[in-house]
């Protein structure tokens, strides 16, 4: 069994910013993630998307803000474990102990769980139950392996249309079908989608796909005809996703269905325990990135007076450090 100053569960925006705190803190750090990279769901799923309300930043994408979060915290140091899950919560000499899905054992100083929604599973799209070939996907982790392409975007949310925005200066076609005649996405990025070209079909969906070892195209269908065939070299099923607390729902955690519940200090109910970002519920909550910064600071420094009683709760400004 190891020993560290904290872990941190959960390696999204959240989690790597208090990879960096508790590193400015001198707090020795570990860095848990159950996907193969650092940040969370917006690496994974929304890379290239902008992201407009970070302080300081007019507008940054999502690869862009994991990349400056890693560097920040670099120069402490932070371990990552990913591709590697956090199993189990249990106590040894007053001290929370950490049980990875690798058998290995953490005791901490305190954890802090910055899992955002938890583990995700993206909704299938069922036309492609049986396509065994390639050319589904469910998010797209790099744009230019879609350059030249007819893609099919299968959704109404702001996924949806975020993709189409990305992906029309680089790809053959977009085409946006979407079973409903309203859509879930915010009404100003739909309004930029309207007026370029891309084709827009609603009260439709995909009920067929072609194709023997990649997609050729897709059937789509109304309520009001048959279906028509498109030409479409990937499919992207912007469907949404599941989440789940996984193991998480086996701590003894204070839950409001998929949400933490913490304090002002964001201690949960287990001692040491904290929580910080999307996952952590009070009065008041509000889910933003920028919201999740503050509260990892605020998690990381009452955390490091529970370590050492003698630090003090608020460290100065990181500007006057040498």
Not at 121 to 133: E, I, M, Q, V, W
Not at 142 to 157: C, H, K, N, S, Y
Request: with cysteine; proline share 7%; aromatic share 8%.
């Amino acid at each position: 069994m190891r020993t560290v100053d904290v872990a941190i569960v959960g390696a999204g925006p959240t989690g790597l910013f208090a990879g960096y705190y508790a590193g400015f803190r001198g707090l020795s750090v570990a860095i848990v993630d159950a996907l193969p990279e650092p940040g969370g769901q917006v690496a994974a799923m929304y890379p290239e998307k902008a992201i407009f309300d970070v302080a300081g930043f007019p507008m940054i994408k999502g690869r862009d803000l994991v990349a400056n979060l890693v560097q920040q915290a670099a120069p402490y140091r932070p371990e990552y474990l990913l591709g590697v899950r956090a199993d189990t919560l249990d106590y040894a000499d007053g001290l929370p102990v950490l049980g990875l899905a690798t058998g290995e054992r953490l005791s901490c100083g305190a954890v802090l769980i910055t899992g955002g929604m938890g583990s995700f599973t993206p909704r299938p799209l069922p036309a492609a139950a049986d396509f065994a070939g390639a050319g589904i996907v469910y998010f797209v982790p790099r744009l230019a392996d879609l350059a030249g392409q007819d893609v099919v975007i299968v959704g109404g949310g702001d996924s949806a249309f975020d993709w189409a925005l990305a992906l029309h200066p680089l790809a053959r076609s977009v085409t946006v079908v979407h079973r409903r005649e309203r859509f879930r996405a915010h009404a100003a990025t739909v309004a930029r989608v309207r007026e370029l070209p891309i084709r827009i079909v609603v009260n439709a969906e995909v009920t067929a796909v072609h194709g023997t070892t990649r997609v050729t195209g897709v059937d789509i269908t109304g309520r009001d005809g048959g279906p028509q065939t498109v030409p479409a070299d990937t499919v992207v099923a912007a469907l949404g996703f599941t989440a789940d607390l996984g193991p998480l729902l086996d701590w003894g955690l204070d839950l409001d269905k998929r949400h933490i519940w913490v304090d002002s200090t964001m201690a949960t109910n287990q001692p040491r325990v904290y929580a910080a970002g999307d996952i952590c519920e009070y009065p008041g909550k509000v889910r933003l990135i920028a919201t999740g910064f503050g509260e990892a600071a605020t998690a990381v420094n009452n955390a490091a007076v529970i370590i050492d009683p003698a630090a003090h709760l608020f460290p100065g400004h990181s500007s006057d450090v040498p």
